[in-house]
Protein backbone atom coordinates (compact mmCIF):
# COMPACT_ATOMS: atom_id res chain seq x y z
CA UNK A 1 0.00 0.00 0.00
CA UNK A 2 1.38 3.11 -1.47
CA UNK A 3 1.43 5.72 1.56
CA UNK A 4 2.56 9.50 0.97
CA UNK A 5 3.24 11.76 4.21
CA UNK A 6 4.01 15.31 3.36
CA UNK A 7 5.53 17.91 6.47
CA UNK A 8 7.41 21.11 6.99
CA UNK A 9 5.08 23.42 6.10
CA UNK A 10 3.43 26.48 7.84
CA UNK A 11 2.69 30.48 7.82
CA UNK A 12 5.87 31.80 6.57
CA UNK A 13 6.89 35.55 5.48
CA UNK A 14 7.29 36.87 1.78
CA UNK A 15 11.18 36.02 1.86
CA UNK A 16 11.08 33.98 3.88
CA UNK A 17 12.36 29.80 3.61
CA UNK A 18 10.88 26.91 3.78
CA UNK A 19 11.75 22.79 3.58
CA UNK A 20 8.92 20.32 2.49
CA UNK A 21 9.56 16.77 3.54
CA UNK A 22 7.76 13.44 2.38
CA UNK A 23 7.84 10.52 3.75
CA UNK A 24 7.08 7.36 1.24
CA UNK A 25 6.35 3.86 1.77
CA UNK A 26 4.87 0.64 0.05
CA UNK A 27 6.86 1.75 -2.76
CA UNK A 28 10.52 0.92 -4.35
CA UNK A 29 11.40 4.43 -3.82
CA UNK A 30 14.40 4.27 -5.36
CA UNK A 31 13.31 3.13 -8.65
CA UNK A 32 10.93 5.71 -8.63
CA UNK A 33 10.38 8.94 -9.49
CA UNK A 34 8.96 11.48 -7.28
CA UNK A 35 7.55 15.04 -7.59
CA UNK A 36 6.28 18.14 -5.52
CA UNK A 37 2.09 19.43 -6.31
CA UNK A 38 0.88 22.31 -4.77
CA UNK A 39 -3.07 23.73 -5.07
CA UNK A 40 -3.97 27.28 -4.58
CA UNK A 41 -7.48 28.64 -3.96
CA UNK A 42 -9.36 28.39 -6.37
CA UNK A 43 -6.92 26.83 -9.24
CA UNK A 44 -5.69 23.39 -10.47
CA UNK A 45 -3.42 21.67 -8.83
CA UNK A 46 0.26 22.19 -10.71
CA UNK A 47 3.50 20.16 -10.77
CA UNK A 48 6.06 21.94 -8.78
CA UNK A 49 9.27 19.99 -9.45
CA UNK A 50 10.38 16.45 -9.78
CA UNK A 51 13.28 14.11 -9.42
CA UNK A 52 14.32 10.96 -11.51
CA UNK A 53 15.32 7.40 -9.55
CA UNK A 54 18.91 9.06 -10.75
CA UNK A 55 18.84 12.17 -9.42
CA UNK A 56 17.76 15.01 -12.18
CA UNK A 57 15.61 17.36 -11.88
CA UNK A 58 12.72 20.00 -13.24
CA UNK A 59 11.54 22.81 -11.70
CA UNK A 60 8.77 24.99 -12.97
CA UNK A 61 9.55 28.18 -14.37
CA UNK A 62 8.12 29.70 -11.55
CA UNK A 63 10.12 28.33 -9.28
CA UNK A 64 13.18 28.16 -10.97
CA UNK A 65 16.39 29.51 -8.79
CA UNK A 66 14.11 29.70 -5.59
CA UNK A 67 13.16 26.03 -5.00
CA UNK A 68 15.66 22.66 -5.23
CA UNK A 69 14.13 19.12 -5.27
CA UNK A 70 15.91 16.37 -3.46
CA UNK A 71 15.81 13.02 -2.69
CA UNK A 72 17.64 10.45 0.06
CA UNK A 73 16.87 6.74 -1.04
CA UNK A 74 18.52 5.42 1.73
CA UNK A 75 15.24 6.97 3.92
CA UNK A 76 12.91 6.96 1.27
CA UNK A 77 12.45 11.00 1.67
CA UNK A 78 11.90 13.49 -0.75
CA UNK A 79 12.18 17.03 0.51
CA UNK A 80 11.44 20.83 -1.28
CA UNK A 81 13.54 23.13 -0.05
CA UNK A 82 11.51 26.74 -0.89
CA UNK A 83 13.75 29.84 -0.50
CA UNK A 84 12.34 33.53 -1.78
CA UNK A 85 9.11 32.76 -0.93
CA UNK A 86 6.15 34.83 -2.16
CA UNK A 87 2.22 35.12 -1.76
CA UNK A 88 1.69 33.38 -5.06
CA UNK A 89 3.90 30.69 -3.45
CA UNK A 90 0.87 29.86 -1.14
CA UNK A 91 -1.09 26.68 -1.71
CA UNK A 92 -1.35 22.80 -0.61
CA UNK A 93 1.46 21.20 -1.21
CA UNK A 94 1.88 17.35 -2.02
CA UNK A 95 4.10 15.03 -2.78
CA UNK A 96 3.74 11.99 -5.47
CA UNK A 97 5.10 9.24 -7.16
CA UNK A 98 4.30 8.87 -11.09
CA UNK A 99 4.02 5.67 -11.09
CA UNK A 100 0.67 5.40 -8.84
CA UNK A 101 -2.15 7.15 -8.48
CA UNK A 102 -1.89 8.20 -4.36
CA UNK A 103 -1.95 11.80 -3.07
CA UNK A 104 -0.67 12.45 0.44
CA UNK A 105 -2.51 14.52 2.78
CA UNK A 106 -0.60 17.48 1.74
CA UNK A 107 1.09 20.09 3.74
CA UNK A 108 -0.20 23.73 3.85
CA UNK A 109 2.22 27.31 2.77
CA UNK A 110 0.41 30.14 3.95
CA UNK A 111 2.78 33.26 2.50
CA UNK A 112 2.04 36.10 4.23
CA UNK A 113 2.95 39.85 2.15
Known amino acids: QVQLVESGGGLVQAGGSLRLSCAASGIIFSSNAMGWYRQAPGKQRELVASITSGGSTYHTDSVKGRFIISRDNGKNMVYLQMNSLKPEDTAVYYC???????WGQGTQVPVSS
Open 96 to 102: KTFSYPN
